[in-house]
């Protein structure tokens, strides 16, 4: 029987806690690593309406969404992940996600 993949790992893990932002963001980030840029937004998107204040989905969203070409969506993520790493003290966060806003102008 083969072992069983991180990303199944993770699957199995949230079906027992689906509000865990570590197990949520882990899962996202096992698609970004696959190269699944979708599901990968969708990940972050399930966590951001989970947890609205994980500013780690908004910066990493933000970016699966222009690998997808959908830099609006980006845009709006990014301004709002903006704010939410402002209000929680995570200046790193927000200068970052401030820079990609203006790379896309």
């Known amino acids: ?23 949520r963001y882990g899962l996202a980030m096992e698609y970004v690593s696959a190269g699944d840029n979708a599901a990968a937004a969708k990940q972050f998107q399930d966590l951001i309406a989970v947890v609205p204040d994980y500013a780690p989905a908004y910066l990493q969203g933000g970016q699966a969404l222009l690998r997808l070409e959908r830099s609006d ?27 990609f806003l203006m790379e896309l102008d």
């Not at 845009?75 to 939410?84: M, P, Q």
């Open 1 to 23: 029987m083969a072992a069983k993949s991180r990303k199944e790992q993770l699957e199995e893990m949230l079906a027992d806690d689906p509000n865990d932002p570590f197990l």
């Open 73 to 99: 969506e980006a845009r709006e993520l990014w301004n709002r992940g903006v704010a939410v790493a402002k209000q929680a003290g995570n200046t790193h966060a927000a200068d970052e996600m401030a820079r």
